[in-house]
Nanobody
Framework: QVQLAESGGGLVQAGDSLRLSCVFS???????????MGWFRQAPGKEREFVAA????????YYAESVKGRFTISRDNAKNTVYLVMNTLKPEDTAVYYC??????????????????WGQGTQVTVSS
């Protein structure tokens, strides 16, 4: 079993920055070395949407159009941690942010909302 724990959410003003972290743990982490780590978000009354993903190998990052140029995803495999640096935050970025871990390398299913493991989520609120 794999556990994911997010941290770093909070209340900020428009234009501010935040860094989210997600620590992965579990006996089967070695089976994900060909996979993807990512972030999703769900705003009130909306479906969960893909935000960003990075390959475990580091050779590839992917972003939703709405965050491209403002958000940066990175990972530290030694710490089993993935980060999401969010700059120039907007009120429409307000959501619960979830990290996710996908075992297979295909990015398409992940951008469509599918993954193998999910964290509990961390709230990000951006005031105008």
């Amino acid at each position: 079993q794999v556990q994911l724990a997010e941290s770093g959410g909070g209340l900020v003003q428009a234009g501010d920055s935040l860094r989210l972290s997600c620590v992965f743990s579990g006996r089967t982490l070695s089976t994900f070395t060909m996979g993807l780590m990512g972030w999703f978000r769900q705003a009130p009354g909306k479906e969960r949407e893909f935000v960003a993903a990075v390959r475990w190998s580091g050779l590839g990052t992917y972003y939703a159009e709405s965050v491209k140029g403002r958000f940066t995803i990175s990972r530290d495999n030694a710490k089993n941690t993935v980060y999401l640096v969010m700059n120039t935050l907007k009120p429409e970025d307000t959501a619960v942010y979830y990290c996710a871990l996908k075992q297979s390398p295909e990015i398409g299913p992940m951008t469509s909302g599918r993954s193998d493991y999910w964290g509990q989520g961390t709230q990000v609120t951006v005031s105008s």
